[in-house]
């Protein structure tokens, strides 16, 4: 039986339990898991920040190798390694037909049916679509994307949330292009990758905002020009008119702040998620006349099937920092000690090793 840290009730520690997981059906891997970054998203639903169901397994940050494939299921083989996300997707809808598969529109069996049960009897919800902070995992085959066997796993797992979101929302949904000036607001691991994302677009300034000057001087390890300290400093004496200013942190006031750094003309990508409820306030004479756009993005507008093997070759050629991202590794046993380390704002990614 597969171990599994179940989250309960809202708010309280996961329990490491054995669970039971449905065999894949048709379109569905069974993947059994080498490592399983912890997202501020699992800790942020752990919490409660957005509601949804209990118990729940969450963990969507993944790597691990194909262990059995269900009918129907030919782009994998079992003994294949894979990076696994939450984008479940059809290829064939309007939204995957244009290049936006974060946002399928297709209905799946998962969906409706979650794989994972209690040891007892009883459903779990596969939480983010994954249920990955256990040693095995369901999923569509959709979510589950080829990577080469020689890298190291934890490094590979940030691939499937944190370097595709970040570094999508910089080329993707802030189209970042070369010679731009680029804010990013929060230095956490979506914020790092879009500092990345935009180093690699060819941006000539990229300015890290955060209110944590350990956060900062990693943003400047992974290519941030200039950095502020929002506590410290004003931003908007240190931005000289953005091009595209990305909003990584999850909160309404960084979405506030953003907009008021930008060009005539500008981007404003909001990617970080605040706790349901939160509004932001904008003035629309403004974005009128200065014909500023603010544009949301699921997971980076990403295109896992094509991005997950151009980011392994970034990395392979030094281009992309993935082992700088991973704090400390943890066994799933110690994921509570990992997801408070995460609370406190003392990793970038601590990452579960199985
Ligand atoms: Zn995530
Ligand atoms: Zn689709």
């Known amino acids: 039986m597969p171990r599994a840290a179940v989250c309960h009730r809202f708010g309280e520690p996961f329990s490491l339990e054995d669970v039971s997981l449905s065999d894949p059906r048709e379109g569905e891997v069974r993947v059994r898991l080498e490592a399983c970054a912890i997202c501020h998203s699992d800790v942020a639903y752990a919490d409660g920040a957005w509601g949804g169901r209990v118990p729940t397994v969450l963990g969507h940050e993944a790597c691990g190798l194909v262990a059995e ?46 794989p994972i049960a209690l040891a007892g ?33 934890a490094s590979l797992s940030v691939l499937g949330c944190a370097v ?22 929060g230095s956490g691991g979506v914020g790092l990758n879009a500092i990345q994302g935009a180093v690699i677009a060819g941006a000539e300034r990229v300015i890290a ?28 004496a240190a931005v000289e008119a953005a091009d595209v200013v990305i909003a990584t942190a999850g909160s309404a006031r960084a979405v506030e702040q953003g907009l008021a750094l930008l060009r005539r003309g500008g981007t404003l990508v909001v990617v970080g998620m605040p706790a349901s409820g939160e509004e932001a306030r904008f003035d629309p004479t403004q974005l009128a006349h200065d014909g500023m756009r603010i544009v949301g993005t699921k997971m980076g507008t990403a295109r896992p099937a094509d ?48």
């Open 164 to 185: 595709l979101t970040g570094v999508g929302a910089a080329e993707r949904a802030g189209a970042v292009r070369p010679g731009d000036t680029v804010v990013v607001i």
């Open 121 to 153: 009897g009883g459903r779990v919800e596969q939480g983010l679509r994954c249920g990955a902070f256990a040693d095995e995992v369901v999923v569509h085959a959709s979510q589950a994307v080829p990577v080469p066997p020689h890298l190291p796993a």
């Open 209 to 236: 905002i955060d209110v944590a000057d350990e956060k900062l001087a990693a943003a400047r390890l992974f290519g941030a020009t200039a950095a502020v300290n929002a506590r410290t400093a004003d931003p908007a």
């Open 307 to 354: 991005d997950i093997p151009r980011l392994v070759a970034l990395y392979e050629d030094g281009r992309l920092k993935l082992d700088e991202l991973v704090t400390a590794t943890y066994p799933l046993d110690r994921i509570n000690e990992a997801a408070d380390a995460m609370r406190r704002g003392e990793a970038i990614r601590n990452v579960i090793v199985f």
């Open 69 to 114: 494939t269900g009918p129907g299921v030919a782009s994998l083989r079992t003994g294949q390694r894979v990076v696994v996300s939450l984008i479940r997707h059809c290829g064939a809808c309007g939204r995957c037909r244009a290049g936006e598969p974060a946002l399928c529109t297709a209905a799946f069996g998962l969906d409706e049916r979650s």
